[in-house]
């Protein structure tokens, strides 16, 4: 069966797989995580002297790292939450390290060449890049950079796919319900009507079917490692690369001109993007030939 291999990350969590148990999880990592959240947005910014519009905004690569490294929360209160209701680490909604560490490395090995290629591909006059930072700033930051873009999608992974995941299927037996919940469950955190408009439940489909590729891919393998590997090549590029002018920008060494609120984001980007995941959720079936 292709889903064989998420039995050794389903077994960790068979002992207290009661949904009323990881209901309550769930609940409990955000009352951990939301009162140590709110004391760092308030009082790191003030002590680095960062506005709040630019740190909202992500405008300079301080604010930006700053955002980032937000997400250490997160890995906190889950794995508080893990140690007093299942008796597990953080480590076990990894698989075997040495496994997905080489199942990592080998995805981002064969995911950042198809991120460099396609940035490469001339874009039509409305979405061209155009320079951001200067090459020598953004090497400075760089090794800021990269640790914080893989605490952001440690924490996210670790959540969805790790926990969520794991949970669910060692309770139901069923891909629908622990892929398709998790997965479902990560485009509602990504609905924001703030930022896209009527457009959000756009990107939360985006991100509900992107869920779904690190899930199977995580199914597939028995490790975290190949959802960790991409979501950090996207979000490396996303966030590290070429970022959309006024939004998380200031680590880009490129920017490109985006309203996720424009009425034909639905025809133009939308589409392109989820051709985009296919190619990438492939690439890494074939970088670990699963």
Known sequence: MRYDAHKRLAAPARPSSHPLRLLT?????????LPMAFFYAGFVPALLNIPGTTLLAGETPLAVVVLLFEFTFLL??????LRLLHRRGLASLLGPLPLAARQFLR????????YLLVMLIPMPE??????????GT???????????????????????RGY????????????????GLPSALFGLVHFDPGLAGENAWLLALWAALFGAAAADLTARTGTLGPALGLHFANNLFAIVVTAPAGDLD?????????????E???????????????????TARLALRV
């Open 164 to 179: 969520l995941q794991s949970q669910l299927a060692a309770r139901f037996s069923h891909p629908v319900i622990w892929i």
């Open 107 to 114: 995805c981002v090995a064969f995911l950042l060449p198809l």
């Open 76 to 81: 906190l209160s889950l794995g508080a939450v």
């Open 264 to 282: 034909d984001l639905l025809w133009h980007v939308l589409p392109a993007e989820l051709l985009f995941t296919l190619c990438a959720w492939l």
């Open 250 to 262: 200031g680590l880009a060494l490129y920017t490109f001109p985006l309203d996720l609120s424009a």
């Open 138 to 160: 953004w090497i400075v930051w760089l090794p800021l950079a990269l640790p914080a873009v893989m605490v952001q999608i440690g924490a996210e992974e670790m959540a969805f």
């Open 126 to 135: 409305p979405y061209a890049l155009s320079p951001n930072l200067s090459l």
């Open 25 to 33: 999880g769930m609940v409990l990592v955000v009352v951990f995580f």
